[in-house]
């Protein structure tokens, strides 16, 4: 049974520390997203990944995030330095670009906080 | 820009009976993709059913129905029998042909069944 797997979990962190957080998109998918799920904001594309390459990246604060793909199965998500305002729960998701369900799936996410 | 509208934040239905969770979206697209997704709480994010707007038919899995209305930018969700599983938050989402993979999604409605 295939998934996208992320972790950590679950991370709490204090103010100015650096988070990574890593995700496994299902072999064989050549897009991967990143998103971000607050209250307040809901469901926020951050960036999004093909064939390895970013595409969009403009929903991401570029002062203290990045996201990288250093190979086809791992996709990085990193906060330098973290804010409180950072905590929410990241989901990462993949999909194929070439089939026409485009069809996402998603991985379980990482609840950060921030203190 | 476009955008997904869910304005029920919160819905109750009684076990076995049957509830519409409604979505509006705007776009000035004529190819695109609607989803809704089921997000219970252990957070994980479900895809519940899928319509292509080239497709007048609309979309069904199991107790899962969709009433889309294109000229009206509305993709309501039907759950018939409802059970106990079926409580989550249900997000209503846009993929427009040229976006390449970005989905947009609504706020979210919080739909909770009653024994």
């Known amino acids: 049974d295939a998934r996208v797997t992320q972790t950590p979990r679950h991370k709490v962190t204090e103010m100015g520390q650096e988070v990574t957080m890593r995700c496994q998109p299902i072999?064989?998918?050549?897009?991967v997203f990143w998103y971000r799920q607050t209250m307040m904001q809901g469901l926020e594309l951050l960036a999004y990944?093909?064939?390895?390459?970013?595409?969009?990246d403009s929903g991401m604060p570029k002062d203290r995030f990045s996201a990288e793909m250093p190979d086809a199965t791992l996709a990085t998500l990193k906060i330098q330095p973290s804010e409180p305002r950072d905590s929410a729960v990241y989901f990462c998701?993949?999909?194929?670009?070439?089939?026409?369900?485009?069809?996402?799936?998603f991985g379980p996410g990482t609840r950060l906080t921030v203190l | 820009a476009q955008t997904v509208t869910q304005s029920q934040p919160e819905m109750s239905v009684q076990e076995a009976e049957t509830v519409t969770l409604s979505c509006t979206y705007d776009?000035?697209?004529?190819?695109?993709?609607l989803f809704w997704y089921k997000q219970p709480p252990s957070r994980q994010m479900i895809l519940v059913i899928r319509q292509e707007a080239y497709k007048q038919q609309n979309a069904t899995e199991n107790r899962f129905s969709v009433n889309f209305q294109k000229a009206a930018k509305s993709f309501s969700l039907k759950i018939s029998d409802s059970q106990l599983g079926d409580t989550a938050m249900y997000f209503c989402?846009?993929?427009?042909?040229?976006?390449?993979?970005?989905?947009?999604f609504g706020q979210g409605t919080t739909l909770q069944v009653k024994p």
């Open positions: 072999l064989g998918h050549n897009t």
């Open positions: 776009t000035s697209e004529n190819n695109y993709y």
């Open positions: 990944f093909r064939n390895r390459a970013p595409l969009d």
């Open positions: 998701a993949s999909g194929r670009s070439s089939t026409g369900s485009n069809e996402q799936f």
């Open positions: 989402a846009f993929l427009g042909s040229s976006n390449t993979g970005k989905l947009i």
